[in-house]
């Protein structure tokens, strides 16, 4: 099959043929129809997450069964089915409490096994469980879900990271009250879900905080009730401002140290920061120790503490209900060959999400 190759930080993925295995166990064996390219596998690419070479990256997919192994119950060919890295074991204390997000024995061969995945003879490294880079994956059957063949597979494509991971923040992690103030730091494709999430919830006032316009207009068509150009203006001040002293509640969607920070700077006093984005491994926030006399929170969100195989059936229902706008999302198409240009314009700033579709 082909796949696009991760060779280590700050060089480009190239396409290659790899070999796949047949599934063994609980396994899969997915058709990739569509892929989208997440700002999480960039962090990987530009070094701020260590990540060993070779490997095939990519974590945010949807298509098409085309084969099971022995021991699989749920999932036949021809199943329509999101990918989500939240693979979970279903034993452990995590999964028995219902944070099946947290599991942290998550099914995996050994290395007594063959590898799922090899590139001129040796093995290469399946990245979050998933490898969506490439037109075929192997995965455990808790890491998808079956959804109806009539949704569009790019969109649904979508649902297995940045949706489910924005509008889950809002409505799973920090369950916001309707009514509420909010604030989103970072209109990508995380903040634009994160900013639906919040519609979704009733949120009366949805400000949106970004340095590019294009994607604060964008912010607008989803939910944005007011917008913030953190290029030209101090976005904290602007948020006190704006609601008369702070929101009830602040999101970062972009994984910087300077928005984190801000983001817990703008709540009022009680309110409650959450932390969605990917900061790079080594650095710290640094908080007004004061501030927590207010009973200011933060908190950190794994994928909006999802529970995906429910989750996401009712994202589809609220895409389907138009309350949930995910065709506006897809802003660009491509191949799999497009895949470093896809970062290229994410860097840019020129794309919410751009989808590989492998069809």
Known sequence: ???????????????????????????VLVRTVASGVCHSDLHFVDGLYPFPAPAILGHEAAGIVEAVGPQVMEFRPGDHVICCLSLFCGQCEYCLTGKTHLCQTRPTRTKGEPPKLSWKGQPVNQFANLSAYAEQM????????????????????????????????????????AGSTTAIFGAGGVGLAT???ARIAGARMIIAVD??????????????????????????????????????????????????????????PGGTATVIGMIPVGQKIE??????????????CSMGSNRFKVDMPRYIELYRQGRLKLDEMVTRRGKLEEVNEAFRAMKAGEVARTVLMFD
Not at 232 to 260: C, H, N, Q, W
Not at 287 to 300: H, S, Y
């Open 1 to 27: 099959m082909k796949a696009a190759v991760f060779h280590g930080p700050h060089q480009p993925l190239t396409i290659e043929t790899v070999d796949i295995d047949k599934p063994m166990g609980r396994e």
């Open 138 to 177: 192997l995965v455990h059957e808790n890491a998808l879900v079956k959804i109806d063949d009539q949704m569009p597979l790019a969109q649904a494509a979508l649902i297995g990271c940045g949706v489910t991971t924005g509008v889950g923040a809002v409505l799973n992690t920090a369950r916001i009250e």
């Open 195 to 197: 900013i639906q999430g």
């Open 211 to 268: 340095t590019v316009a294009a994607k604060l207009a964008r912010a607008k068509d989803l939910g944005a009730t007011h917008l913030v150009d953190a290029s030209k203006d101090d976005p904290v001040k602007a948020i006190r401002t704006l609601t008369g002293g702070g929101v009830d509640y602040s999101f970062e969607a972009i994984g910087l140290k300077v928005a984190a920070e801000q983001c817990f700077d703008c709540i009022k």
């Open 287 to 300: 908080l007004d120790g004061p501030m927590f006399l207010r009973e200011k929170k933060i908190q950190g």
